[in-house]
């Protein structure tokens, strides 16, 4: 008897494992702030920076799209597509909106706000913590103008918490009251994403089940056809990203 395995070639053997072609790279942002870099507490991004990332992807042919664009992409992985750099930023500062919107716009970029809800409207002490100002959210208005000028907003859930760490009612009740808000706000809320990037198995069935398409982690790397779509890879770009580690986080070795 000759083993199967050395029975010489299997006429029919499985196709081979399916080589993605599409390779997207997801950047989170938090504020954008016209300030000295020197002066940013961390997580935040100067305008200055900002737009010098911006005008560098223009000029490499980088189109800047949202994650609501980088879904149907990724479905579709069509190989002939334009190079293209999801952006995203998280807790809705009113800086994202003042700052980096219009800097967006110039370039034909759009881009995910990923809002949290409780916080709309107010001046939290998140960055007070953490040694910087205060930073106020942007106001509903201001998010309505932002989404009819096509930029995307989903959910970074209602009050910011360790969703892995919460009893089940809240989880749920933090998926599911945010989408319903941004939804009859802006008219869609289709992708969320995870406060601290703090995520379990729980979490992601949770977010799966209030109706999210899609949920963006803080793991780094990038995103294939293969991806789970509520484990998105992201990369966060803040104060310390040089311009070179800028590039890297993009893809662009060269
Ligand atoms: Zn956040």
């Not at 009612?169 to 998926?175: G, R």
């Not at 008219?187 to 406060?195: L, Q, W």
């Amino acid at each position: 008897m000759v083993s199967p395995r050395r029975a010489g070639r299997d006429p029919n053997p499985d196709p081979p494992a399916r080589v993605a072609s599409l390779k997207l790279p997801i950047l989170g942002y938090h504020a954008v702030l016209p300030l000295a870099t020197s002066e940013q507490v961390r997580g935040t991004v100067a305008v200055h920076d900002f737009r010098l990332q911006i005008e560098w992807l223009v000029r490499r042919g980088y189109l800047g799209i949202s994650v609501s664009e980088a879904a149907a992409r990724l479905r579709r992985d069509d190989p002939q597509q334009d190079r293209a750099v999801v952006l995203t930023f998280d807790d809705g500062y009113r800086s994202v909106i003042e700052h980096a919107l219009p800097v967006l716009e110039e370039s034909g970029f759009t881009a995910t706000l990923y809002i949290v809800t409780a916080a709309m409207d107010r001046t939290t002490d998140w960055y007070v913590k953490k040694g910087g100002r205060a930073f106020p959210h942007a106001s509903w208005n201001e998010l309505e103008n932002a989404a009819k000028r096509g930029f995307d907003i989903g959910s970074h859930s209602v009050d910011h918490l360790r969703l892995s760490k919460v009893a089940d009612e809240v989880l749920t009740d933090q998926l599911q009251r945010s989408r319903a808000e941004i939804a009859q706000r802006v008219g869609a809320c289709d992708h969320f994403a995870y406060p601290f990037g703090d995520v379990s198995e729980k979490v992601i069935q949770a977010t799966k089940a209030a109706g999210y398409q899609t949920a963006v982690t803080t793991l780094k790397g990038f995103n294939t056809p293969d991806t789970a779509p509520f484990e998105l890879r992201r990369q966060m770009v803040s104060r310390t990203t040089s311009l070179r580690r800028f590039r890297r986080k993009v893809g662009h070795w060269w």
